[in-house]
């Protein structure tokens, strides 16, 4: 096989590599610097825990949509941009 053929393929394949490192890290949106439990928003079994008014204690046991107790965390900021989303409380990320 000719050498230089190979050391081309070698080459490229590693640009090819590297281009798609770079394209894939900037895909990735920056993660949030804190979030913010979000009331009156989870759907029915979506919620992030227990219940503001303490009916429960644990996640996915919200029994209706939009209930005012219970809650989802999001991106700090983002709650108030969402009909009926009220923060309950801010909490800075891991």
């Given at each position: ?7 081309d ?13 770079v ?7 920056d993660q ?29 046991q ?33």
């Amino acid at each position: 096989m000719n050498k230089k053929l190979v050391v081309d393929s070698a080459i490229a394949t590693i640009f090819s590599v590297g281009m798609l490192a770079v394209t894939q890290a900037q895909a990735v949106p920056d993660q949030p610097k804190e979030w913010e439990k979000c009331a009156g928003i989870a759907k029915a079994g979506k919620n992030d825990c227990g219940a503001l008014d303490g009916k429960h204690g644990c996640a996915g046991q919200a029994t209706v949509d939009n209930d005012d107790t219970e809650w989802v965390y999001v991106p700090g900021g983002t709650c108030a941009k969402i009909t009926g989303g009220v923060v309950a409380k801010v909490k800075p990320a891991k």
